[in-house]
Every structure is written in structure tokens, then in C-alpha cells.
């Protein structure tokens, strides 16, 4: 199953002086059980194409489709079965803690299935096992405010509200932005744990590009609205003359590696993780002083 685009375009005040093209003929296949970046310089259609995948604005032209279902049927029958293929995207924006709004951790994660009109009994375990994939511990934070807790924390708040829907995608736009480097190192190990462990297939934003490297399996690259790339990060990032029409730099442990090699040091040129990096000249030095 997938979440597919085929030929989306979208414009926004269509037919008006402000008339503005914000994608332009996408194509593409999220596989589920993916982890995929998407990335882009400002203004690249990155938060338009987010929109489109649960059916929050729908093509001007082209289809957004949900594990084979249209998100915008064309009979009336089919809104339905469109709706629910939708319910199974779950967005979460930049700065979601923003949102929160009741007076205990517990009552914000149950806002959302108390909206599907779920038991008692079901809210909570549905709260219960959100908070604990999140790393809340249910007993310490259920009554807690949500507004007491740290920026890290409300932000695993925010999520653990969308997973208590139990969505088959989770779509992330900027998850780490504006954290201290704890808040940022926790809630993508979290993140990675969902993936890897609940086989949540997982859909990210970032201006991190070593946060992509890191992360994704796969990476979509916009410019101007339109589809540059869609590969793998070591692929995408080796491009040098896709990086500059996308604006985007290449990760810098990957920069770190080409200005090794340039001053002598053997590393692979396709290494772009950290790790990498300190793993092979690690590797270097032990084999000079052996």
C-alpha cells in the first residue's frame, strides 16, 4: 500500500491578479513502512504538498490517492471511503505544542478519539499507549498540564495526540525545529523508534540535511514547485548541480569528508554521516600507529 500522486498540481487564487503556481506536475510513490524526507529551499511547495496528502486541499489538476483510494471522489458515494483513507494520514505541523489546549497531558491526547466517538475504556488505552510510545510515562504526566512541561515534552504531547488516532502514515512537518539539542536527540530517537518498531511509516520536513542522512531511506527534493529527485540520501546528495538549482547544502559531515580527502585522508566519497566520518579516520590513525 501507498500514499500515490499522479501529476498533482496545485494554484493557489486560480483565475485572480494573485494568481500563484505552487506545484507543477508531481509524481510520486510513498511506499508504506517508508521513512521519506522531503526538502526544499523556502517557498519550494514542501507545506502544499504536506496538505495534499490527507485531503486538507485538493489537486487543481492531477490525484492524490490513499492505499488505491482517491481522496477527492468524483461520486458521492465514494466521500466516504475518500474520508477514511484520509483519517489515515496523520499531520502534524510545525510547532504542534501550539495547539495544545486542555488542562491535563491526558485530555489533549483524548481529544482526538473522543471525536470518533470511542468508549471510556478505549479513550484511555488509546491515551495510555500513545503517551507510552512517545515516552510519557502515563502515571507521571497524565495530569500534568500541558503547559508545565518542557518544549521538548509538549511537543511529544502533540504527536502522541495524533498517533492516539492510530494513523498508518504520520506526517511530520519540521518535527525538531526550535528544540535545545536534548529536545532534538530525543524525539528522533522516538521518531526512529516508531518507525523501526511500530512500523509507522513516517513522512518528514527538514532543513537538516544531516538529519536526512540520518533518517530517511528516501528523499524528495522541490524547487519552485517542482519534483527535482525523489532517492536515496546518499544519491540525492552527491548531486552537485541538483543541490544548487534546489538551494540546499549537502549534510555537512559529508563537506567535513570532502575537505579530509582534499588535504590526503583516503574516505569514501559517498560517506556522509558523522560517525562515518570519525569511524574511518579513527580507522586511519590506528592503522598509521600499528
Given at each position: 500500500?501507498?500514499?500515490?500522486?499522479?501529476?498533482?498540481?496545485?494554484?493557489?487564487?486560480?483565475?485572480?491578479?494573485?494568481?500563484?503556481?505552487?506545484?507543477?506536475?508531481?509524481?510520486?510513490?510513498?511506499?508504506?513502512?517508508?521513512?521519506?524526507?522531503?526538502?526544499?529551499?523556502?517557498?519550494?511547495?514542501?507545506?502544499?504538498l504536506l496538505q495534499h496528502l490527507n485531503g486538507l486541499i485538493h489537486p487543481t489538476n492531477g490525484h492524490v490517492l490513499v492505499d488505491g483510494v482517491d481522496l477527492q471522489p468524483k461520486k458521492k458515494a465514494e466521500r466516504r471511503r475518500a474520508k477514511?483513507?484520509?483519517?489515515?494520514?496523520?499531520?502534524?505541523?510545525?510547532?504542534?505544542?501550539?495547539?495544545?489546549?486542555?488542562?491535563?497531558?491526558?485530555?489533549?491526547?483524548?481529544?482526538?478519539?473522543?471525536?470518533?466517538?470511542l468508549s471510556e475504556e478505549e479513550i484511555e488505552g488509546r491515551v495510555r499507549e500513545a503517551m507510552e510510545l512517545m515516552h510519557l510515562d502515563y502515571a507521571t504526566f497524565k495530569d500534568v498540564s500541558p503547559f508545565a512541561l518542557s518544549g521538548g515534552?509538549?511537543?511529544?504531547?502533540?504527536?502522541?495526540?495524533?498517533?492516539?488516532?492510530?494513523?498508518?502514515?504520520?506526517?511530520?512537518?519540521?518535527?525538531?525545529?526550535?528544540?535545545?539539542?536534548?529536545?532534538?536527540?530525543?524525539?528522533?530517537?522516538?521518531?526512529?523508534?516508531?518507525?523501526?518498531?511500530?512500523?509507522?511509516?513516517?513522512?518528514?520536513?527538514?532543513?537538516?540535511?544531516?538529519?536526512?542522512?540520518?533518517?530517511?531511506?528516501?528523499?524528495?527534493?522541490?524547487?519552485?514547485?517542482?519534483?527535482?529527485?525523489?532517492?536515496?540520501?546518499?544519491?540525492?546528495?552527491?548531486?552537485?548541480?541538483?543541490?544548487?538549482?534546489?538551494?540546499?547544502?549537502?549534510?555537512?559531515?559529508?563537506?567535513?569528508?570532502?575537505?579530509?580527502?582534499?588535504?590526503?585522508?583516503?574516505?569514501?566519497?559517498?560517506?556522509?554521516?558523522?560517525?562515518?566520518?570519525?569511524?574511518?579516520?579513527?580507522?586511519?590513525?590506528?592503522?598509521?600507529?600499528?
Open positions: 500500500m501507498a500514499i500515490e500522486l499522479q501529476n498533482v498540481s496545485y494554484t493557489y487564487m486560480a483565475n485572480t491578479p494573485m494568481e500563484r503556481q505552487a506545484l507543477s506536475g508531481i509524481s510520486l510513490e510513498i511506499q508504506e513502512g517508508s521513512f521519506t524526507a522531503i526538502a526544499g529551499h523556502t517557498g519550494s511547495g514542501k507545506s502544499t477514511a483513507a484520509a483519517q489515515q494520514v496523520g499531520m502534524v505541523f510545525q510547532y504542534p505544542e501550539q495547539q495544545l489546549f486542555e488542562e491535563t497531558v491526558a485530555k489533549d491526547i483524548a481529544f482526538g478519539p473522543q471525536n470518533l466517538g515534552q509538549m511537543r511529544r504531547v502533540a504527536i502522541a495526540g495524533m498517533l492516539a488516532l492510530r494513523p498508518k502514515y504520520l506526517v511530520l512537518d519540521e518535527p525538531t525545529a526550535g528544540l535545545d539539542p536534548r529536545g532534538r536527540r530525543e524525539l528522533t530517537e522516538t521518531i526512529t523508534r516508531l518507525h523501526r518498531e511500530e512500523h509507522v511509516t513516517i513522512l518528514f520536513v527538514s532543513h537538516n540535511m544531516d538529519d536526512i542522512v540520518r533518517l530517511a531511506d528516501r528523499v524528495v527534493v522541490l524547487s519552485k514547485g517542482r519534483l527535482l529527485a525523489y532517492d536515496t540520501p546518499r544519491r540525492v546528495f552527491q548531486q552537485d548541480v541538483l543541490l544548487e538549482e534546489a538551494g540546499l547544502q549537502p549534510p555537512e559531515a559529508f563537506q567535513l569528508a570532502a575537505c579530509l580527502r582534499e588535504a590526503g585522508i583516503e574516505i569514501p566519497v559517498d560517506t556522509m554521516r558523522e560517525e562515518e566520518v570519525v569511524s574511518r579516520v579513527l580507522e586511519l590513525f590506528r592503522g598509521r600507529r600499528g
